[in-house]
């Protein structure tokens, strides 16, 4: 079986072995980018379609990022015959019990809440994984609340959101992520009341 | 050894779970699910046939000295080319196995079954090996995947049995290991009667 080992021959080996690997996965690269892109995509049109009214324009051709203490978050405006209709705002906690969250919270142009997303989380299965929709109903409260005199916070610490039992530490990192969203629609809507004005 | 016992030999003699109790990191770590651990299984076995094949075939040119890098570097590019094949079209399961998916590079049966078949055997026997060690992993998960999904969350391949919650304790780690140790149990005690 195996060769006797020489320098020449071990430097050679590896060489041709990782030149091989890498062309191949080059390769292999070059023919998944493009689907790898696509779902990428699809997967974010699909969250915007679910959390914002109906909208007859592209969100993610118009998307523009906001910042907010040095963290940028991508908008995605809702546009119905040149109007907006609402924000699809991709959002993040770091407070989750498992790391990050990601969201898409949905705002209408008032600013209640219409809809909201996970897009990605490690919160445990059963206990916190519970914040994504249909496994329990812990995001359908959310749902035309208004965050001006809805508090994002959980009742234990003394807001007007029902926790998931045994879950509260993923409630309150939701509750961070929607409430960071909500900051950044106020940016939003008085950006285009700046523009509305001189127009008056 | 005839070619089919090959392959059956990886799924009860020589089980890499029940009997050799390899790999235990994915094994526990991703079967939350019956899905989940199909999804694992049948990547793994993909990584298991492909690496025994190539390793299988230049083993006789690798200095011994740079045998095992060598191995590695092989089980690694598909490691990868199967972690862009599933980002691509099955983003779903991707995302939920994560960061199993490049791991499997280091699960020890992928590299013991390189070292210690694939190196000394032939093309064909070391495909028809890792397939048989690949089917006998998937089988093993799908099960543990099935049992902590039913006793977790009331629910097989995401239907839903019994309404309401399950035992939570069989989704998290500690239910890994019971699980696995009943079936661990029971595995061999069949297996001891067949043979």
Redesign the interface.
């Known amino acids: ?6 320098l020449k ?2 430097v050679m ?2 060489l041709a ?2 030149f091989v ?1 890498s062309a ?2 080059a390769g ?2 070059a023919i ?1 980018k493009e ?2 892109d696509a ?2 995509i699809a ?1 974010t049109n699909y969250a915007i379609a679910k959390v914002v009214p109906k909208f007859d324009n592209d969100p993610s051709a118009d998307m523009f990022a906001k910042e907010i203490d040095g963290k940028s978050f991508n908008v995605y405006p809702a546009k119905q015959g040149g109007a907006i209709v609402g924000y699809a705002i991709e959002t993040f906690s770091t407070r989750g019990f498992g790391g990050r969250i990601i969201l898409m919270v949905g705002f209408n142009a008032d600013g209640t809440i219409n809809n909201t997303a996970v897009l ?1 989380h ?1 919160e ?4 916190g994984d519970k914040m994504v929709e249909g496994k329990s109903n812990f995001s359908v409260q959310f749902k035309g609340k208004n965050p001006a005199d809805f508090k994002l916070i959980v009742k234990k610490d003394g807001g007007d959101v029902d926790a998931i039992t045994a879950s509260t530490i993923s409630s309150r990192a939701f509750c961070d992520a929607v409430s960071k969203a909500y900051d950044v629609y106020k940016i939003c809507a008085k950006d285009v009341e700046k523009k509305e004005v001189p127009n008056e | 050894m005839s070619k089919l016992s090959l392959i059956t030999k990886g799924i009860i003699k020589e089980n890499p779970t029940f009997v050799l109790v390899l790999g235990m990191c994915p094994t526990l770590g991703t079967t939350t699910s019956a899905m989940n651990g199909l999804g694992m299984g049948l990547a793994t076995l993909f990584v298991l046939t492909m690496s025994n094949i190539v390793v299988s075939a230049v083993s006789g040119f690798i200095p011994g000295k740079v045998r095992i890098p060598s191995f590695i570097v092989i089980i690694a590019t598909f490691v990868t080319v199967l972690q862009f094949v599933m980002q691509a079209f099955t983003p779903g399961l991707y995302a939920t196995l994560g960061i199993f998916i490049p791991l499997i590079v280091v699960n020890c049966i992928v590299l013991g079954r390189a070292e210690a078949f694939a190196s000394k055997n032939s093309v064909g026997d070391s495909a028809l090996d890792g397939i048989g060690i690949g089917l006998g992993f998937t089988l093993a998960l799908t099960v543990l995947g099935m049992v902590r999904e039913l006793l977790g969350s009331a629910s097989i391949f995401g239907i839903k049995l019994i309404e309401g919650d399950g035992i939570l304790v069989f989704i998290l780690a500690p239910g890994a290991f019971i699980a696995l140790g009943y079936l661990l149990v029971l595995f061999n005690k069949l297996k001891a009667k067949i043979s």
């Open positions: 079986m195996a060769k006797v080992s020489s021959n071990m080996t590896l072995i990782c690997a191949l996965l292999v690269y998944t689907p790898i779902a990428q997967k990605s490690t445990t299965p059963g206990l």
